[in-house]
Nanobody, 122 residues
Framework: QVQLVESGGGLAQAGGSLRLSCVVS????????VGWYRQAPGKQRDFVAT??????????YYADAVKGRFTISRDNAKNTVYLQMNSLKSEDTGVYYC?????????????WGQGTQVTVSS
């Protein structure tokens, strides 16, 4: 079992940037994939980005809606995964969740954090 805690959300202007952090504890960090999802009000939770466990080369994968604007990375020394969000748009608004998985690195969903709100004003 792992525990995940997100931070870094807040209010940003369209065109601006935010960096989200997800601290993972309770398991060997290098052995889990971690992903980001988001949920806008009244909508389903959508996949945003993922990074594989280190043994699979820290491979990354992005949703088309964020490709070229968002970057996911991991710092194994800090047990943290980051989501750098640039060129923000109003449609990026939502609650952002990180999730970890021991097996499915393209859609990690085994354990979840509590979420952090991101609001982009136009």
């Amino acid at each position: 079992q792992v525990q995940l805690v997100e931070s870094g959300g807040g209010l940003a202007q369209a065109g601006g940037s935010l960096r989200l952090s997800c601290v993972v504890s309770g398991r060997t960090f290098r052995s889990v994939a971690v992903g980001w999802y988001r949920q806008a009000p009244g909508k389903q939770r959508d996949f945003v980005a993922t990074i594989s466990d280190t043994w699979n080369g820290d491979s990354t994968y992005y949703a088309d809606a964020v490709k070229g604007r968002f970057t996911i990375s991991r710092d194994n020394a800090k047990n943290t995964v980051y989501l750098q969000m640039n060129s923000l748009k109003s449609e990026d608004t939502g609650v952002y969740y990180c999730a970890a998985d021991r097996n499915d690195w393209r859609r990690p969903r085994e354990s979840w954090g509590q979420g952090t709100q991101v609001t982009v004003s136009s």
